[in-house]
């Protein structure tokens, strides 16, 4: 009785079996490179605004101050946002007719708050605290990236866990002086040698705290 | 085997246990026993039925693609919603707290109620006030829901059709214009118990423009006993308030005082106070406790007497006749046995510490006690030491249940053109026998303002939905005089009005608000010159100085203990008697829409959704029923079916059972939860009414959480006396085994740094749940339903354990509450397949939801069954209010995740990030947990174990300090002070 399959079906079912590795591998190669991609974490992608306000001309530019609008960046888990008096503030003077400008002096008329789209949204069992984190000399420019070269907002960084851990393994590389922490332009001349110094001076905890779960879930 | 001497008795007893939870245990039911193996009970992990293997493999490979695909959510885009005028005081993202003021049967508790942009979150007591002093009670931290409760009434409406304020207005004063001439002769205004200064100006300004019409009061939990005892007493009605403080024994006749009546909170923390056995545990006072049923008092009295209600008042006599109190004599008041012997041995310590000791009679005795232990205090010197009496709180005390008759009588007669009911609802709870709905429905204009729209708004044209008390201005007078001014912490939601409003109404054509009403009241009443400074400083501290009231000397008149003798009536030895009491959930029937309360075990039966009648073993028996069996109640010419639950230590030939259920018509929780005891109670005698029980022969499902979550071990609730203590203060460590530190499979942590403990004085427990709530509150904790708890599957956090001891008829209880008790050691930890539960450097075992994929396999290794598994979706996510009552600081759960306590986390966080950016350590009292916050008796506190001088470090070098199960060396950072009692050696030695 002739064989039911060809001789060469062995050779073919060694290499299906050796290529399902290889499938397999790659397909939880492509979903991870998906999951750190852009698509999914919105780093880089600019978001519609109902004002295309540019950090860069009022940072760069004007020179105003972060806290001047996250007022409470230094106080409070949430960096805060400008009412719309805030921003009226100055835009009653300056601009004062501009089109671009109207949604928020129809707020301000109104008394309707504007909706301004999140760019950096944590997933909400993350309790993320701009407090400490600037208290402990961790620069803006650190998770915004340098906002005073961006006319629209986007998403400096990835925002993902493990970019949280690699600074809550190293703080040292990410720690700066306490005046220098609103400084868009701040460089350090040496970090390796000024991080373990300002950890210290910082009294910045250690990883084993930093990284216990409920540092950030709870 | 430990050489514990108690342990060969208990082995001597027929079923091994010195302590047990359930009769089923103390007779060893094999299902007890079972469970006790089981991570949840039995049936909380049970299929739904008729399931094969091919429709379960089916569903296994539908939710591992389902739970694989809902991974991959993309986060959603958000908007940040900034402010366009930003309050000065807000910073977003932190809370700010303001004070305010609570009331219950009308008296006044201070609060702080913490609020997050304007949405109130959390309710704490407020240190300042002397009815809280920064405790508070189950109701008090239940309020936030009832604030949110979507049930809530939310149009005013005429004739159930939709209508506003101003035709209501409009309405309202058309009809008093016609009054004008009659001098307002058909006005008659019901409310409940008021202290509220302004409130009481407003009305008696309504009762000046017309001098004929009439005010009423009616509280379902009345007190006119207390009122017409004091009146029999010292000639007029006083306020009578104790000072546990300097009381060294104390007598509770039939007084629930630590959870029951005004300035319970305070009482229990002044009675822990004494309680607290530190050092030797001189200062530590005794408790004797005469009851009819089963109370807060009795399981922490040193002594305890089981009497049926109706011998109350004869046991009080006889101690009063022991103690020579003039007029106390009388053939009837010869006690026999065991009672006499106990009343001796009482009468004898009260004697022994004149002006240090106190007789409190309970809030729902009869006024014939209250006489008796007015007499008895002024006999033993305790007036102006531990018993201060002062001018009434309420403006107008009067005898509410004559006042209520008096209305329905003039209903009756046609003679009221105008009923307005502020407050309240009398439809459900007026004494069944005058039937008041009835009644009322002869007024041709009847207005009714409540939060809820309720049986009484069914009787009424105009429904007028009431603003919470967290949404209105107002006032109110504690317990002991003391002034508060309620202060909203948010609009309305549902455009509620309050009392003050509608009262304005009868006097101004456009009503004022309420913020001008209240302030203008104490305008004229604080000093003119700083008014505006000292308004703003009551608002802040929630407090008005000055406004207690001073301490008084009345009279006595001794003649009034011969009369309180000579109204006492034996009770008859056949009559079965019933005893009613408001409920220590739903209270009388207010709370019954918040399912918080409904959900929360109820303290000794550990029920849930459910009145019953609670019978003594020894009556189930006589009448053939077990808990669950529906009998028939009979009494005031009324009958109720309601379910038995046979309670160890319940007086025997009485029933008691809870008011407050049956509601009619509330809200989706509330309504025909339980059974309706209103109609049983009778005017005359409020509280106790004679009885005819039957079988039905009926059977009810009830849901109790008393066996739900057993554990092993032997001595999970250790005791001893004060006696024992000094003989040899290690008896408590000496109970079990403690097994060396390193007898451990696993390498052990280090906690250079802050080690979190938490340490629970057993002592002190009055199981009064406030600390269940507030939990629950502060950790978005879900309502699960009826079904659902008697599936085992109820998500509380922090269970308070009811132990037994000794014989049914008689136990000695133990309450222990259990939280998770964050190991050093945990079970839990090295179980979990995705790491989703992981120690902190601190030591806190933490959950991460997010990681959980509900293998519950932590719960099944965990020795004190303290984890709860989301088995459905029981975070409500669709309701919109419900979204604004929660913590913003904690992750609202999802269905499929397993939850416990986290030490309240988010408070140990935001403190270490307040103490980190000042450069300084967590001080020691910083972190309070949410449990620790609520406790009226501070029987719990929460620290740093590594610094010695922390409280909890103290607490922890007691000698009576253990750990739960600590033989399986899990070292568990939540630990016990083992329950010290002080008996006296006269009635030990008995």
Redesign the interface.
């Known amino acids: 009785m002739s064989q039911i399959f060809h001789r060469s079906t062995n050779t073919l079912s060694r290499v299906t079996i050796y290529a399902a590795v290889f499938l397999a591998a790659g397909l939880l190669f492509v979903a991870a490179a998906l999951d750190r991609s852009p698509y999914n974490t919105r780093q880089d992608v600019v978001l519609k605004q109902p004002v295309p306000f540019s950090h860069r001309h009022h940072v760069a530019g004007l020179g105003l101050d972060c806290r001047y609008c996250h007022s409470s960046v230094e106080t409070s888990a949430f960096a805060g946002m400008p009412s719309t008096t805030t921003c009226m503030n100055c835009h009653k003077q300056i601009w004062s007719d501009s089109p671009m400008l109207e949604p928020v002096r129809s707020s301000a008329r109104t008394g309707t708050p504007i909706r301004w789209t999140r760019v950096h949204d944590l997933p909400d069992f993350v309790y993320f605290n701009h407090s400490i984190h600037v208290a402990k000399g961790i620069g803006c420019v650190s998770c915004h990236g340098r906002v005073d070269e961006m006319p629209l907002m986007r998403q400096a960084q990835p925002l993902q866990m493990e970019w949280c851990l690699g600074c809550h393994r190293h703080p040292e590389e990410q720690v700066r002086p306490r005046d220098a922490v609103f400084s868009q332009t701040w460089q350090a001349g040496d970090q390796a040698s000024l991080g373990p110094i300002l950890v210290r001076e910082h009294r910045i905890r250690g990883a084993r705290d930093l990284t216990s779960c409920s540092t950030c879930h709870r | 085997m430990s050489d514990d001497p108690r342990d060969e008795s208990s082995s001597a007893r027929p079923h091994g246990r010195q302590f047990w939870r359930s009769l089923a245990e103390l007779e060893g039911s094999p299902g007890v026993e079972e469970g006790r193996g089981d991570e949840f009970p039995p049936q909380a992990s049970e299929w739904p039925d008729g399931l094969d293997r091919r429709r379960f493999l089916q569903l296994a490979g539908a939710s591992l693609a389902l739970a694989g695909l809902q991974g991959c959510t ?2 959603p ?10 309050p000065e005081e807000i ?4 809370p700010l707290f303001y004070a305010t003021v609570m009331t219950l049967g009308g008296y006044g508790h201070g609060l702080l109620v913490e609020s997050h942009e304007g949405r109130p979150t959390k309710i704490e007591g407020n240190p300042s006030h002397p009815a809280s002093l920064g405790s508070t009670d189950a109701y008090a931290q239940a309020a936030i829901l009832g604030l949110y409760d979507p049930d809530r009434s939310q149009l005013l409406t005429e004739l159930r059709g939709v209508s506003i304020w101003k035709d209501f207005v409009a309405a309202l004063q058309a009809r008093l214009k016609a009054q004008e001439a009659l001098d307002g002769e058909g006005i008659r205004i019901l409310t409940e118990t008021v202290t509220s200064p302004t409130l009481v100006d407003q009305i008696r300004a309504v009762l000046d423009r017309f001098p004929k019409a009439r005010w009423h009061q009616w509280e379902p939990v009345t007190r006119d006993a207390v009122r017409l005892a004091s009146r029999a007493a010292f000639g007029r009605i006083l306020e009578t308030r104790y000072d546990l403080r300097s009381a060294d024994v104390i007598v509770a006749l039939d007084a629930d005082f630590v959870t029951a009546g005004p300035g319970a909170v305070r009482r229990a923390r002044d009675f822990a106070d004494r309680r607290r056995v530190r050092g030797d545990g001189s200062g530590m006072c005794r408790l004797y406790a005469i009851e009819s049923a089963p109370t807060a008092a009795g399981t922490l009295a040193d002594h305890r007497l089981a009497v049926r209600a109706g011998a109350v008042p004869i046991v009080a006599a006889a101690l009063a006749r022991e103690l020579g109190v003039p007029g106390a004599t009388g053939a009837a008041l010869a006690l026999e046995g065991s009672q006499a012997r106990f009343v001796r041995a009482v009468a004898a310590d009260l004697l022994a510490r004149p002006g240090r000791c106190v007789v409190i009679p309970g809030e729902y005795a009869p006024a014939a006690v209250h006489v008796l232990a007015h007499a008895i205090n002024h006999r033993l010197d305790a007036s102006g030491a531990t018993v201060v009496q002062t001018e009434p709180v309420e403006p107008e005390p009067i005898d509410q249940a004559s006042s209520l008759r008096e209305l329905v009588e003039a209903l009756r007669a046609g003679r009221v053109d105008l009923l307005a009911i502020v407050g309240g609802n009398p439809v459900h709870t007026a004494p069944a026998d005058l039937r008041f709905a009835e009644a009322m429905l002869r007024a041709p204009f009847r207005f009714h303002l409540a939060t809820e729209e309720d049986e009484t708004s069914d009787y009424c044209q105009w429904h007028v939905p009431e603003a919470h008390f967290l949404e209105a201005w107002s006032d109110a007078r504690a317990f002991d005089g003391t002034a508060s001014i309620a202060q909203p912490l948010i609009e309305p939601l549902y455009g509620g009005r309050s009392a003050h409003e509608v009262l304005a109404a009868f006097l101004e054509e456009t009503p004022r608000p309420g913020l001008a009403i209240v302030q203008e009241s104490w305008r004229s009443r604080l000093p003119a010159a700083g008014f505006e400074a000292s308004w703003r400083r009551s608002l802040h501290d929630g407090v008005i100085e000055g406004t207690a009231l001073p301490a008084l000397t009345p009279a006595h008149r001794a003649d009034s203990v011969r009369e309180a003798v000579g109204s006492i009536r034996p009770p008859g030895e056949e009559a079965i008697e019933l005893v009613l009491r408001p409920d220590p959930s739903v209270f009388d029937g207010r709370f019954a829409n918040n399912g918080w309360l409904q959900e929360l075990p109820r303290p000794l039966s550990k029920l849930t959704w459910d009145n019953v009648a609670y019978v003594s073993p020894a009556m189930a028996r006589r009448l053939g029923v077990a808990s669950g069996d529906v009998v028939e109640v009979q009494a005031s010419g009324a009958a109720a079916r309601l379910p038995v639950w046979v309670l160890p230590g319940h007086p025997d030939g009485s029933v008691t059972a809870h008011l407050g259920y049956g509601r009619r018509r509330i809200g989706r929780v509330g309504t025909g939860v339980g059974v309706d005891l209103y109609p049983l109670r009778d005017a005359v005698s409020p509280w106790l009414v004679e009885a005819a029980v039957t079988r039905t022969g009926e059977r009810t499902d009830l849901a109790s959480t008393q066996e739900h979550f057993l554990m092993e071990g032997r001595h999970p609730v250790r005791r001893g006396t004060l006696a024992e203590l000094r003989a040899n203060p290690g008896f408590v460590a000496e109970m079990e085994e403690r097994p060396a530190r390193e007898e451990s499979f696993y390498p052990p942590h280090s906690y250079p ?1 802050r080690a979190w403990g938490l340490a629970v004085d057993l002592s002190v427990c009055t199981g009064c749940n406030a600390c269940v709530i507030a939990c629950q509150a502060e950790n978005n904790i879900p309502v699960v339903g009826k079904d659902q708890v008697r599936r085992g599957r109820e998500m509380h956090w922090l269970r308070i354990d009811r132990y037994y001891e000794g014989p049914e008829e008689d136990p000695a209880v133990h309450n222990m509450p259990v939280m998770c008790m964050h190991c050093e050691q945990a079970p839990c930890e090295v179980v979990c397949p995705v790491g989703a539960t ?1 120690h ?3 030591g ?1 075992n ?1 959950m ?3 990681r959980c994929v509900g293998t519950r396999y932590c719960s099944n290794n965990c020795p004190y069954k303290v984890r709860r598994f989301n088995f459905l979706q029981y975070s409500d996510e669709r309701t919109p209010v419900l979204k604004l009552g929660r913590n913003p ?3 609202v759960r999802s269905r499929g995740v397993m939850e416990k306590c ?1 030490y309240c ?2 408070r ?2 935001g403190a270490r ?1 307040e103490a ?2 000042e ?1 300084r350590p967590v001080r020691d009292g910083e972190v309070t947990t949410a449990c620790q916050q609520a406790c009226p008796t501070q029987a719990i506190v929460f620290g740093d174990i590594n610094d010695r001088q922390s409280r909890v470090a103290l607490w922890r070098s007691e000698p009576t300090h253990y750990g739960l199960l600590e033989e399986l060396n899990t070292r568990p950072r939540t630990t016990y002070l083992a329950k010290l009692s002080n008996p006296s050696d006269d009635l030990e030695r008995g």
């Open positions: 993309r986060q885009v958000e908007s940040i919603v900034p402010y366009v005028r930003q910073v977003p993202g932190r740094g992981n902190s450097s601190e806190l933490d991460v939801y997010n600081d904690v992750t986290t986390v988010q140990i966080n990030i980190e950016k450069g």
